[in-house]
């Protein structure tokens, strides 16, 4: 039997980043801007489907695989003679890069990575002048050599892989930071599923379409629906324990997917229903900046259950996902002990919901 549901929130999780790629900045009243593209981390081991998936989004077209971890290969470079060199981050301008192993770079290499990712601009100096000045650059990227420094401005979104996450070092707790955190881990019967092709990730249709909608559109977010972010969230993390380095970093997050869906809908502005839309994706993202992690079942019940917000039996989720009673039980068992859901007992029946914030 189909999975249909499999995987439907990373999925969903892994479309706003796709379609974030063109999008302008956020905009708030007080005049502070951020960029609009959602930038992911997934965490799992080795041999869970990570590369397949990125291989089927630069198949769909919709991103570019990292292929060299060098930092000429990264943001490119300039030669003395003043020939610029494009690197995989301008050949991704516009698009998502696909970065599958983030512990292969080096301490300069994720030192400029990391200022792309949050700001889009690097610069570095070199062991030359470079006279007279030289550009390259289009309505995405713009690259350039001035005296003894090469500089880089791209825009484009990220989605980086990790077989693991310990945040020993700075650039850990750097790289976590500007990113949506996504973790998982396998058991051994999602290892069986994978090598007979029953995992896989599924993405959404017209993706290229509403990245083009998205294009460079900026998003304004009122002190109001920032407020209400606020009160949600911090309701939301009761029961995580999460750094309050990663706070206002996780809010950020949940407010550009509320940016995109409002833009999607043709509002120049972030719109409170759209806020009470993102901050479902919360209970996920602070597992992850908590070290929790889900097997990819317990994220296809969990799934299950999110698109069924008026509540679900076991019996439901079984013929949703195909999966044994013993392997759901199991799994609603971890969910509520990891708070992402609650469970109401409605006569003889047990009904599983999606844990909400701030409706009554």
């Given amino acids: 039997m189909e999975n249909k549901y499999l995987y439907s929130v990373i999925a969903k999780i892994i479309e706003y980043s796709l379609v974030s790629a063109k999008m302008g900045e956020l905009r708030t009243e007080k005049g502070y801007k951020t960029r609009g593209q959602l930038n992911v981390l997934l965490i799992s081991s080795f041999g869970s489907g990570k590369s397949a998936l ?55 290499e994720k030192d400029a990575l990391l200022s792309i990712m949050e700001d889009h601009f690097y610069r570095k100096p070199l062991g030359f002048n470079v006279e007279p000045p030289v550009e390259d650059f289009d309505e995405f990227h713009r690259l350039r050599g001035t005296e003894n420094y090469f500089e880089i401005w791209s825009r484009l979104s990220f989605i980086v892989g990790c077989m693991y996450f310990r945040r020993k070092t700075v650039d850990d707790y750097a790289l976590l930071s500007r990113c949506y955190p996504i973790a998982l881990t396998m058991s051994e019967d999602d290892a069986f599923d994978l090598f007979l092709g029953k995992t896989r990730f599924r993405l959404g249709r017209h993706l290229k379409l509403k990245r083009e909608e998205l294009a460079h559109r900026d998003i304004f977010v009122s002190e109001k629906v920032q407020r209400l972010m606020s009160e949600l969230y911090k309701e939301t993390m009761e029961g995580f324990r999460v750094e309050s380095g990663f706070i206002a970093r996780g809010l950020w997050d949940l407010t550009r997917i509320a940016a995109i869906e409002s833009g999607l809908k043709g509002y120049d502005e972030v719109q409170e229903e759209e806020i009470y839309e993102a901050i479902k994706y919360a209970p996920i993202q602070l597992l992850g900046y908590s070290r929790g992690q889900l097997t990819m079942k317990q994220m296809d019940i969990y799934s299950v259950i999110c698109d069924n917000p008026d509540g ?25 002990n990891l708070k992402l859901i609650e469970v109401v007992q409605v006569g003889k029946n047990t009904i599983y919901y999606p844990k909400t914030f701030g409706i009554e």
């Fill in 54 to 108: 990125f291989k089927q989004i630069e198949k769909e077209e919709l991103g570019l695989r990292l292929t060299d971890y060098t930092m000429p290969g990264l943001i490119g470079t300039i030669r003395p003679s003043g020939r610029i060199v494009r690197g995989f981050v301008v050949h991704a301008r516009g698009s998502t890069l696909l970065i599958d192993e983030f512990q292969k770079f080096g301490k300069k």
């Fill in 312 to 336: 679900i039996t076991p019996s439901k989720i079984r013929e949703a996902t195909g999966l044994p009673e013993s392997t759901i039980m199991k799994g609603l068992k971890e969910l509520q």
